[in-house]
């Protein structure tokens, strides 16, 4: 159902396009038409998939470790008293700095390799990831807290860790999980703006590179290519979420719908 | 679905265990103010020991709070009360408390959420007790399903019986069963007075007939600071039937008591 549902959108975005081109009468080195980018997508699927599999991977890394980070900022936050006032100011610079600016910074430290990329992606996630979880550690029902508290009365820090592990973090999965998501959906962002600053390898690179050369229907391939990879992370773990938290609430709804 | 009264009848003493004597507890000096108002000022009340203490009193009267109190849920307390065990050991620790809303955790299976105490000590979990106390509330056989599976009037079954898991000598109620419909309510009311006797209970309720139901004394909790009426003494033991003739002195007198309380709050 949902499958054809995309196979609609997709058909009708292609027919647009291809009107676009073919009423108004651009060159295709300015726009090129449907036909032609799958002309070029076809000719560099080496190429294509090389690049796409540095861009992928860096993604995927990005991810892991921006994950990682957020999730343990969030638990420290929450679990030590002290820890949000120096906490909450890093997590807030992180996001007002933007990531455009520290590319090349980061390039220049870390190189033209993968690391600069997976640490514009994990910087790029590391906000909603954090944010998510720890209004997710904060939002948990206070009558489960009283009840939790009866039942560990009179174990002071103890009592407080086991509340934290055993209610409050299974209580902030869900809202975890729509960190996560978002996190999935911008996190070739990072990668991409890391490979145009500097590098030798990704779909950023190949964009850059054909745009150079004016191979226009090649950036379009490469481009069609990165959303692709995206979409197809995003439903994954999207699906993943779905699976590893059945008592989700919002199921429900779905249902319902 | 058959919550009967018989079986939990045979098992009380046993499946629930037996909780540590229960102390007679009196909360002298209790002061609390909400939004800069005082909600009671010196009130003192007592809780007989082994024996099952209704609240009743109009909305906002502050007989949750009197209970979150007890429970030591209040951290700001404006002056915190002098709460006396007459077996002299503190109260931290002995109390257990059941909310109207059944508060299960929708990702852990029923027994894991019977077992939560025991979890959140770092105790072992005790497996056998937990399908026991199921058993009692009639649902021994869907132990490993989530709670997002379970009616109403089952949830609240499980509540009672994690309730009960706690083994805590003095339980605190507050409005256990409101949520739920007449015949759920008679017949969980039924249970949970077989479960619960022998520990010191404050159940905090609406419900005239529930507190006719349950209670050995019934307080009605009014004014502004509130006090606490002399108890009514319903005769014969819990659980009673609230529609026979020897309640019906006592109902009126209930009634009474209420509507004034209601007529103070309005005036």
Redesign the interface.
């Known amino acids: 159902m949902s499958a054809l549902r995309l196979a609609v959108v997709a058909a009708g975005l292609l027919l647009v396009w291809a009107l676009i081109v073919r009423l108004s009468g651009v060159p295709p080195y300015i726009l090129p038409g449907p036909e032609l980018v799958l002309d070029a997508w076809t000719s560099h699927v080496p190429a294509l998939a090389r690049h796409g599999a540095v861009t992928f991977t860096e993604i995927l890394l990005g991810l892991l470790a921006g994950t990682a980070l957020g999730v343990v900022s969030a638990l420290s936050v929450a679990g030590f008293r002290g820890a949000r006032r120096w906490v909450l100011p890093v997590l807030v610079a992180s996001q007002a700095i933007p990531v455009f600016a520290l590319a090349p910074l980061l390039v220049l430290w870390l190189g033209y390799g993968m690391p600069s990329k997976v640490a514009m992606a994990t910087l790029i996630i590391y906000f909603p990831v954090t944010v998510a979880f720890l209004d997710g550690l904060n939002r948990t029902d206070p009558a489960w807290l009283d009840l939790a508290r009866t039942m560990t009365a009179g174990r002071g820090r103890a009592g407080r860790r086991a509340i934290l592990w055993h209610v409050r973090v299974p209580a902030a999965l869900p809202a975890l999980a729509s960190g996560l998501r978002v996190a999935t959906a911008v996190a070739p962002i990072g990668a991409v703006v890391g490979e145009w600053v500097g590098s030798s390898a990704g779909l950023g690179y190949l964009m850059l590179h054909a745009n150079g050369r004016m191979q226009i229907d090649l950036m379009f391939a490469a481009l069609l290519t990165l959303a692709a990879l995206s979409v197809l992370l995003y439903f994954t773990v999207d699906r993943l979420l779905r699976r590893l938290l059945p008592w989700q609430p919002e199921r429900a709804f779905d249902r319902a719908a | 679905m058959t919550a009967s009264d018989a079986p939990a009848c045979v098992i009380d003493g046993d499946i629930a265990g037996k909780a540590p004597a229960p102390p007679g507890i009196r909360l002298s000096g209790g002061r609390l103010t909400f939004d800069g108002r005082p909600l009671f000022d010196d009130l003192d009340v007592t809780l007989a020991a082994g024996r099952v203490t209704c609240l009743l009193g109009p909305s906002g009267v502050g007989k949750s709070s009197l209970l979150?109190l007890l429970?030591?849920?209040v951290e700001d307390a404006a002056a915190p009360p002098a709460i006396l065990c007459d077996d002299g050991l503190p109260l931290?620790?002995r109390?257990?408390?059941m909310?109207q809303?059944d508060?299960l955790?929708?990702?852990?299976s029923i027994r894991r959420n019977v077992q939560?105490?025991a979890?959140?000590?770092?105790e072992p979990p005790d497996r056998a007790r937990a399908d026991a106390l199921l058993a009692a509330v009639g649902l021994d056989h869907r132990a490993d399903d989530?709670p997002?599976t379970l009616s109403g009037g089952m949830r609240q079954r499980v509540a009672l019986a994690r309730t009960l898991m706690?083994n805590r000598p003095v339980v605190?109620m507050d409005e256990p069963f409101s949520a739920l419909d007449a015949v759920t309510r008679y017949r969980l009311q039924g249970l949970a007075s077989r479960l619960l006797a022998g520990r010191t209970v404050l159940l905090v309720t609406h419900d005239p007939l529930e507190a006719l139901r349950l209670g050995h004394r019934i307080h009605v909790m009014q004014g502004a600071p509130a006090r606490l009426d002399t108890a009514l003494e319903p005769p014969g033991p819990p659980p009673r039937e609230p529609y026979e003739a020897e309640l019906t002195a006592a109902a009126k007198l209930l009634m009474a008591r209420l509507q004034d309380a209601a007529g103070a709050e309005a005036s």
């Not at chain 2, 955790?105 to 852990?108: F, H, N, R, S």
């Open positions: 979150r429970a030591g849920l931290t620790g109390v257990a408390y909310d809303r508060l955790l929708p990702w852990a939560l105490g979890r959140l000590r770092g989530l997002a706690e605190l």
